[in-house]
């Protein structure tokens, strides 16, 4: 009998009623909110690389370094989202090996391009992408780096949340047939725990010096993971209990502002509360009768492209390092200037290589796989289901 991600329903004794009905929740997929999250996750971890190069001086320059000084939280936010999307997505019947190999499809592509990229810039023109060697060159290929601290960013520096989700979704299938056999209220005891934990992280790391890489080591970042994987499987088996998406904007808001007075591998203990609460605030006002608050067209267009904008934003930054144009030297406007033309370049390369090489990459790796998937179906397996 195989194993299997999310178990056979519970005896309805277990369940509990919920303001999203399980039908509905399994019916309608498309989360357009949560897809204009992405957008304005990376558009926060963009505006402090901004921010960190110095284009703005004077009190414009300082009081945007105040703003955007967090800005690393958009970081948890990915991975809360990545746990919260992938429990609430996951196929009836999909076998681990067909989950990793989407996974693969999804980020490889685009990782391998912008390592290469940054091999590049590394040689010719921006010493400080170089690799210390071919063992750390590897070792990002192969989305191991962030495990060693002090490879954390090699090659494109923002490569390291990649070897976080790599570790992520290996345990995905495993994580998701535990977590999926848990009545309604050990599961809600177990997103609590998580949460808990990216919090006695911080403050046991604030009062012992432990030293621990909080903000990049993989193992470390796995409980904001968990918190979304429980996210969404509350809202899929509708037994979601939170508050309205007013009240998590303003919990998110609040974190972030504590954010801002912490170091920075303390930052997601802040967030994580405001983070878990608002991300399926917004599944459950997509899935509501009212739909969407806020399905922008453009925004959603931005959130599809996010991941390619991600991968590129910091390469385009660091290519300007060599002409000098910190340290608020070009004044107001010309600061302005070259942060509007870092976005425009940033968001057009994105969209470019999202249409020739995300989308593309993806049809042409899940669909050669397929057929040599589908043989073996008769071998003992690994499945993802549903929770009825």
Known sequence: MPSTLLAPPLAAATRTPSPVPA????????????TI???????????LHLSNAGYLGGPVGASVRAVVRPGTVGVSMFFILSGFVLAWSAAPGQRA???????????????????????????????????????????????????????????????????CEAFFYLLFPALAAGLSRLSDRRLRAWGLGAGFLVVALAVTDATMRTGWPLSTNPALRLPEFVVGVVAGMLVRRGAWYGPSTGVALVAAGVGYALAAQVPDGYRAACTVLGFGLLIPALACADLGPRGSLGSHPWLIWLGERSFALYLVHLLIIRSLDRLQLGDGRLGLTGGALVCAAVVASSVGLAAL????????????????????????????????????
Do not use: K
């Open 97 to 163: 090996s067909a989950f990793w190999l989407r996974r693969v499809a999804r980020v490889y592509p685009l990782h391998l391009l912008t390592a290469v990229a940054a091999l590049l810039l590394g040689a010719l023109w921006v010493p400080a992408l170089r690799p210390s060697g071919a063992p750390e060159a590897l070792a990002n290929l192969a989305l191991m780096s962030a495990w060693r601290p002090q490879w954390w960013q090699a090659l494109n520096p923002v490569s390291w949340t990649l070897t």
């Open 23 to 34: 039908l509905a929740a399994r019916a309608r997929r498309d989360l357009p909110s949560l």
């Open 353 to 388: 290589l999202h249409r020739t090489v995300e989308l593309p990459a993806h049809r042409l790796i899940v669909g050669r796989a397929r057929t040599r998937l589908n043989v073996g179906r008769g071998r003992r397996r690994l499945t993802v289901g549903a929770h009825a």
């Open 37 to 47: 999250l992405r957008w304005w996750a990376a558009a926060l971890v963009m505006a």
